[in-house]
């Protein structure tokens, strides 16, 4: 009898799902420059409130979202959050100019509660469907599709909107049908492999090789929090201030910097999150291959990490190029290095906590992530207001310093990882 892939197809999907909430979230990106100031006449400030809301009901969605799918389970979790996404997508063809900067505001804040399930459901789900010396890998290529959506969106974008945004409401609504189209898609397709007849014997015990036996009871918040290994992946999450910073501002930045409109930045852009793309696939072979040499789990995913330090430091230096060439490169190493870093620090909640526990601690230190980006865009906004490109120097500064710095706190919090006992409600 020969072995299904059949967990192939679900990472196809989780591929997919998450290439269609970074489109649904890139648009605004692109077009924020067009936006700011052809249509609505936004300020930077204004626009660092929109951003806010979103990163304010990401940061509380997440734990929430985290803990629903671990209940729920990967199926019904996703599908919540992805319908919840879609209806506050399409309402943002739906603002009027009146009262574009409220109206986004509140639309961005819903946007970002549905969104907030997107990767605590994933690691869920590549948690239930895949050994653990495949979970790297698997966590690789759906965070690639972090950066294909990344990449789709600035080469969409210009292809229903003008320069002058003229039809700008479009770019939403076509982010909107595809969503809609894989919720369709998933409820149709995913089941637990124990569940799924598509899954024969051969497979279903590939998949189980490895795996910690299974918790039935649901863990509760007192026995995650106190976990040194929770703080840990919370610490490392920080560092997603530096990929919104990117995501909601990097276009702006090359506009300011280099003068360029929205169709000038897609080149541009889709060479930096192509770049993405190839760190997240990078970095989840590295430290599966170095497992596979007989490395141990501790070693082979810091070691990784510490390459994906050297690739996002030198981004510090970005404002020091007046070339966009060179800002461009420099982007998208630092790019390549988060995600191949993103990749690993998923992976490594799988590696130390139950799957019953996985997806709450993603939550959670997701929800801390974005309230690091919450607190980096309060002040962004007002920073830039008063210099924009000259004033993009200490952000840049800030993005490739914190990367050392919580990957040694981190060490100091698990010198050595191992499997955490958790107690039992």
Same mark, same amino acid.
């Given at each position: 009898?020969?072995?299904?892939?059949?967990?192939?197809?679900?990472?196809?999907?989780?591929?997919?799902?998450?290439?269609?909430?970074?489109?649904?979230?890139?648009?605004?990106?692109?077009?924020?420059?067009?936006?700011?100031?052809?249509?609505?006449?936004?300020?930077?400030?204004?626009?660092?409130?929109?951003?806010?809301?979103?990163?304010?009901?990401?940061?509380?969605?997440?734990?929430?979202?985290?803990?629903?799918?671990?209940?729920?389970?990967?199926?019904?979790?996703?599908?919540?959050?992805?319908?919840?996404?879609?209806?506050?997508? &399409? !309402?943002?063809? +739906? *603002?009027?100019?009146?009262? %574009?900067?409220? #109206?986004?505001?509140?639309?961005?804040?819903? $946007?970002?509660?549905?969104?907030?399930?997107?990767?605590?459901?994933?690691?869920?789900?590549?948690?239930?469907?895949?050994?653990?010396?495949?979970?790297?890998?698997?966590?690789?290529?759906?965070?690639?599709?972090?950066?294909?959506?990344?990449? &789709? !969106?600035?080469? +969409? *974008?210009?292809?229903?909107? %003008?320069?002058? #945004?003229?039809?700008?409401?479009?770019?939403? $609504?076509?982010?909107?049908?595809?969503?809609?189209?894989?919720?369709?898609?998933?409820?149709?397709?995913?089941?637990?492999?124990?569940?799924?007849?598509?899954?024969?014997?051969?497979?279903?015990?590939?998949?189980?090789?490895?795996?910690?036996?299974?918790?039935?009871?649901?863990?509760?918040?007192?026995?995650?929090?106190?976990?040194?290994?929770?703080?840990?992946?919370? $610490?490392?999450?920080?560092?997603?201030?530096?990929?919104?910073?990117?995501?909601?501002?990097?276009?702006?930045?090359?506009?300011?910097?280099?003068?360029?409109?929205?169709?000038?930045?897609?080149?541009?852009?889709?060479?930096?999150?192509?770049?993405?793309?190839?760190?997240?696939?990078?970095?989840?072979?590295?430290?599966?291959?170095?497992?596979?040499?007989?490395?141990?789990?501790?070693?082979?995913?810091?070691?990784?990490?510490?390459?994906?330090?050297?690739?996002?430091?030198?981004?510090?230096?970005?404002?020091?190029?007046?070339?966009?060439?060179?800002?461009?490169?420099?982007?998208?190493?630092?790019?390549?290095?988060?995600?191949?870093?993103?990749?690993?620090?998923?992976?490594?909640?799988?590696?130390?906590?139950?799957?019953?526990?996985?997806?709450?601690?993603?939550?959670?230190?997701?929800?801390?992530?974005?309230?690091?980006?919450?607190?980096?865009?309060?002040?962004?906004?007002?920073?830039?207001?008063?210099?924009?490109?000259?004033?993009?120097?200490?952000?840049?500064?800030?993005?490739?310093?914190?990367?050392?710095?919580?990957?040694?706190?981190?060490?100091?919090?698990?010198?050595?990882?191992?499997?955490?006992?958790?107690?039992?409600?």
């Amino acid at each position: 009898m020969k072995e299904t892939k059949y967990r192939y197809r679900i990472l196809a999907l989780l591929f997919f799902a998450t290439t269609i909430n970074y489109l649904d979230r890139s648009v605004l990106g692109v077009l924020a420059p067009t936006l700011r100031d052809k249509v609505f006449g936004w300020s930077m400030e204004d626009y660092s409130y929109i951003t806010i809301a979103f990163q304010l009901s990401y940061a509380m969605g997440l734990p929430w979202m985290g803990n629903l799918v671990d209940r729920w389970g990967a199926r019904k979790g996703y599908a919540l959050s992805i319908a919840i996404w879609s209806f506050f997508n &399409l !309402a943002h063809a +739906l *603002v009027r100019p009146a009262f %574009s900067l409220i #109206g986004f505001t509140l639309v961005r804040f819903g $946007l970002g509660l549905g969104e907030s399930g997107n990767f605590p459901a994933c690691a869920k789900a590549i948690t239930e469907w895949f050994p653990p010396q495949q979970r790297a890998f698997a966590t690789g290529v759906v965070n690639a599709g972090t950066n294909l959506g990344a990449i &789709l !969106a600035p080469t +969409l *974008v210009p292809l229903v909107v %003008s320069d002058d #945004g003229e039809r700008w409401p479009l770019a939403f $609504l076509m982010s909107t049908a595809l969503s809609l189209l894989w919720l369709l898609v998933w409820l149709r397709t995913y089941r637990r492999p124990e569940e799924d007849p598509r899954v024969n014997e051969l497979e279903l015990r590939k998949i189980q090789s490895g795996q910690p036996p299974e918790i039935p009871q649901k863990i509760s918040w007192r026995a995650i929090l106190p976990c040194r290994e929770t703080w840990a992946f919370a $610490l490392m999450k920080t560092t997603d201030a530096v990929w919104w910073f990117y995501l909601f501002w990097g276009g702006i930045f090359l506009a300011d910097q280099f003068k360029l409109s929205v169709s000038g930045l897609g080149l541009p852009l889709i060479i930096v999150f192509a770049a993405a793309d190839v760190g997240s696939l990078f970095g989840g072979w590295l430290s599966g291959f170095l497992m596979s040499r007989g490395w141990s789990t501790n070693r082979a995913r810091k070691l990784t990490l510490l390459l994906c330090v050297g690739a996002v430091f030198p981004q510090s230096f970005m404002t020091w190029t007046q070339q966009p060439e060179l800002a461009m490169l420099l982007m998208a190493l630092a790019a390549a290095g988060h995600q191949a870093w993103s990749v690993n620090i998923f992976t490594m909640v799988s590696d130390l906590f139950p799957k019953k526990a996985v997806a709450s601690v993603i939550g959670f230190g997701g929800m801390v992530g974005s309230l690091a980006t919450l607190v980096a865009f309060l002040t962004l906004g007002k920073i830039l207001e008063t210099g924009h490109g000259e004033s993009y120097f200490f952000p840049f500064l800030i993005a490739g310093s914190i990367y050392p710095l919580t990957l040694l706190g981190a060490h100091l919090l698990t010198p050595k990882m191992t499997l955490v006992r958790l107690r039992e409600e």
